[in-house]
Each structure stands twice: as C-alpha cells, then as structure tokens.
C-alpha cells in the first residue's frame, strides 16, 4: 500500500506532539544531546534496530555527545508521510532512557 504525503498544516499539527522535532524543508529533523560519546552510540543503535523494525530508514549522524535524525520518505517522493511520523515518535519514546535531551 503506498503512503501518502501529508500537507504542511497536518506536519506541523502533528509535530505538535514532537518537541524538539522541526520540519525543514522537506524533512523531519531533530538532533539530541547526551551525556558521553558512549551513551550517543548506544542510543544509534537502538534507532537502527528501531528503524529495521518499521523498515523505514532515516539519515542517522553520531557526533561526539550527539545523535541526529533527519527523514522523509523515498517512496513518496521524499515529502514527509505518517511513516516519518511514527519514526519520530518510537525514537521520542527511546530517547529518555539514553539520557538524551
């Protein structure tokens, strides 16, 4: 089943519920800070197996205390979709338990 792309107003509605979490350009994006470089590792691979799970895969950058998604969906022509969404929020969930903030 395809996915649809969602419109600006609806991005932005649902973002809503994401903070942290911008829409630029035609991507969700959202960076985190950890406490160690090591914490930022653990936390990559938590969204990779995150990711493999849903099977939608985002731009996913280890800096030193850093960890930063950026996503869109491919399949859509790159505009952002509820998949992108539901990436965001498992990622959200995820997040606390690594000490990101």
Do not use: F, N
Not at 69 to 77: E, Q, R
């Amino acid at each position: 089943m395809p996915v649809e792309p969602l419109s600006r107003t609806e991005i932005e509605s649902r973002l809503a519920e994401l903070p942290g979490w911008t829409l630029d350009g035609d991507r969700l994006t959202r960076a985190y800070r950890l406490d160690s470089h090591t914490a930022a590792a653990a936390m990559v691979v938590h969204v990779a197996r995150v990711q493999d799970e849903l099977d939608h895969h985002s731009d996913l950058t280890l800096g030193y205390h850093t960890v930063s998604l950026s996503v869109h969906t491919h399949s859509a022509g790159g505009a952002v979709t509820e998949k992108d969404l539901e990436l965001a929020r498992r990622v959200e969930a995820l997040a606390p338990a690594h000490g990101a903030h």
